[in-house]
C-alpha cells in the first residue's frame, strides 16, 4: 500500500501543491498550501478513525486530504474534478491499488460546494474538514483596508473549532468570530454552500452537524 507519509515526501506532489497555491495566490484566494492540506488531512483521518473505520481507510482519508487541492494549478474552477484527474495519475504510476485509487478520488472529485456530493464517508470526512479551516493566518493580504469580504471573514475568525460527540452522534463546527472584521451575515454570505454541503455530509456518516459562532447555535 502507497503510504499517506510516502505521498507527504513525494516531491512531485510537493511541487503540484506549490503551483496550485501559487496560482491561487495570484488570483488572491487564502492560502491553500501545505498549512492547509496538512490540517484537512489530519482532521479527516482523525474523524473516521473516532468513527471506528479500519486504519486502512483512514489513511486513504489522509492522503486524499493532502491532494485534494492540486487542480487548482489549472484553473480555480472544476478544480475538485482536476485534482481527480491528476491525482489518479499520480497513484496509478506509483503503484497503487485500484480500489484505493477510486476512493481517493472520489473524494476528492466531490469535495467543492455547488458540485460535490458526500458519495461516501472519506469524501464525507474530507469536505468537513476541509470547510472547517476557516482561521486568519490564510488571509494573504496585510492590508486591512483593502480586504474584500473573503479576507473580512477569514480574518475575522479567532478560533474555529471541529468537534465531535459520538455519544449524540453530533459534529459541531464552533466559531469565534471578531465582529469588528466581519458579521455572522457577511460569513453566511459567503459560506452558505459550505455549510449545507458540511450538513449533507455530517449526514453521510450517520451524523448532526451543528454550526455555533459566537455561543449562538445557528444550524
Do not use: W
Amino acid at each position: 500500500m502507497i503510504t499517506y507519509e510516502q505521498i507527504r515526501s513525494n516531491e512531485e506532489i510537493k511541487a503540484y501543491i506549490r503551483a496550485a497555491d501559487a496560482s491561487l495566490s495570484a488570483l488572491g484566494f487564502t492560502e491553500h498550501s501545505f498549512a492547509h492540506v496538512s490540517r484537512v488531512a489530519q482532521v479527516a483521518g482523525d474523524l473516521l478513525a473516532r468513527l471506528g473505520h479500519d486504519a486502512h481507510t483512514v489513511e486513504l482519508a489522509r492522503i486524499a486530504g493532502h491532494m485534494h487541492d492540486i487542480g487548482n494549478l489549472i484553473n480555480r474552477v472544476d478544480h475538485s474534478q482536476s485534482g481527480a484527474i491528476m491525482t489518479f495519475r499520480i497513484l496509478d504510476r506509483l503503484g497503487m491499488d485500484a480500489p484505493d485509487i477510486a476512493a481517493i478520488c472520489t473524494a476528492i472529485g466531490n469535495h467543492d460546494e455547488g458540485t460535490g456530493v458526500p458519495v461516501n464517508e472519506i469524501s464525507a470526512a474530507l469536505i468537513l474538514a476541509d470547510k472547517s479551516d476557516v482561521r486568519s493566518s490564510r488571509v494573504r493580504n496585510s492590508d486591512e483596508t483593502s480586504f474584500d469580504i473573503h479576507d473580512r471573514v477569514n480574518y475575522s475568525v479567532q478560533n474555529a473549532e471541529l468537534t465531535l460527540d459520538e455519544n449524540a452522534r453530533e459534529i459541531t463546527l464552533t466559531l469565534t468570530i471578531d465582529s469588528a472584521y466581519s458579521s455572522v451575515m457577511d460569513y453566511f454570505e459567503i459560506f452558505l454552500g459550505r455549510m449545507l454541503l458540511c450538513r449533507r455530509a455530517a449526514e453521510k456518516l450517520g451524523l448532526a452537524f451543528r454550526l455555533n459562532v459566537n455561543g449562538q447555535t445557528l444550524l
